[in-house]
C-alpha cells in the first residue's frame, strides 16, 4: 500500500491522475497531522523515483490543493519532457537540435 497504490491509480487511469493532496497525505503519510515542506518534498521524490511526475514539480504543503500526477512513460509524460528539454535550452539561447523529438516516439503516435 502506500506509493504502489498511488502509482498503481495513476497508471491504471491512463497515466494521468488528479488527487487532492489530504487523500495523498492520508495514503503515504497517514501518521502525520501536518503536511510540511520537507515530507512533500521526500513525497515528490519517492513518487518521481517511482516515474511519476507531479504538477506543481514539488507537492504543495495545504491539504486543499490539488495536484496532477503523470506517468513518465505515458504520451503526456513524453511531451512534459520535451517541453521540458525545450525551455531549458531557450533559458540558454540554444535551439532545439533536429531529431530531439525522435526519443519520443510515445508521444509521436498520439499526434
Known sequence: MGYAEIVGAVRLDGGVKRFPMLTIKQTLAPYRDRLGAALCKEMTSELRSRGILTLPATLPTDER???????????????????????????????????????HKRLARHL
Not at 69 to 93: H, N, Q
Request: glycine share 8%; charged share 25%.
Open 65 to 103: 490543493e490539488w495536484v496532477i500526477l503523470i506517468d513518465e512513460k505515458s504520451a503526456l509524460g513524453d511531451a512534459l519532457a520535451l517541453a521540458t528539454k525545450a525551455m531549458l535550452l531557450s533559458r540558454v539561447g540554444l535551439p532545439m537540435p533536429p531529431g530531439a523529438h525522435e526519443k
